[in-house]
């Protein structure tokens, strides 16, 4: 078998595990789109490496698979002192904070900040580093953007509205810079107004902190 096949059928296995643990094999080979025999074999290598174990005929992943993303979350260039700026911002607008960087189509959060006072808000929305954001979110809308404009995002359930502005763009990479707001507090007028001059300024700051240069 091609090589390159085996690690693509390895982590579109992994994947497969999203919906949660305690997966069957005929579950997994169903996800995946693979025969039964292929998703065991790729499994029982997953198991002798440590990343998944194995109950009864129920799989799951194992905490080992967390070195990989502590690894992939090191090479995001988000360091405690961008975090302590993005927690500013957030205090500051009393809502919450994202940068999102671009996989495939969705944007995977790579860095968040919350008000106290959002934190303690029974919120159905349960959102957190690693979450992948879909196409029509202000965070995904906004990669890849000229630096001047700006995505918006309405949730009229919940009374938020996210403000997304591209971060930085290149060959290899999008990040986009979210900010939600509580709609009791910010009108359109005020967004735009108050909201996005401070967004730029934090992009600004972090591009400097990023050492990536001007979007």
């Known amino acids: 078998m091609n090589d390159n096949r085996s690690v693509q059928r390895c982590l579109a296995i992994l994947r497969a595990f999203r919906s949660g643990p305690g997966q069957s ?22 198991l002798g490496e440590g990343y998944v174990r194995k109950e009864g005929t129920r799989w799951s992943l194992t905490p080992q698979l967390l070195e990989i993303g502590f690894a992939a979350l090191a090479n995001t260039g988000v360091d405690d002192i961008i975090q302590s700026s993005l927690q500013a911002l957030a205090d500051r607008c009393d809502g919450m904070v994202n940068i999102g960087e671009r996989a495939k189509d969705e944007a995977v959060i790579i860095a968040r900040a919350s008000s106290a006072s959002e934190r ?14 879909p196409p029509g979110s202000a965070l995904c809308s906004a990669l890849g953007l000229p630096p001047e404009r700006w995505a918006v995002a309405t949730y009229p359930d919940r009374r938020v509205t996210t403000v997304g502005i591209p971060l930085f763009t290149s060959e290899t990479r999008a990040l986009s810079l979210g900010l939600s707001v509580n709609d009791d507090d910010y009108d359109a007028a005020r967004i735009e107004a108050e909201l996005l001059p401070m967004m730029r300024d934090e992009r600004d700051r972090i591009l400097r902190l990023m050492h990536l240069g001007a979007v």
């Not at 303690?120 to 954001?133: F, T």
Request: aromatic share 0%.
């Open 25 to 46: 094999l005929t579950a997994l080979s169903q996800a995946v789109d693979l025969p039964h025999a292929t998703v065991l074999r790729l499994l029982n290598t997953l």
């Open 120 to 133: 303690r808000k029974i919120l159905v929305v349960n959102l957190r580093v690693g979450n992948a954001l």
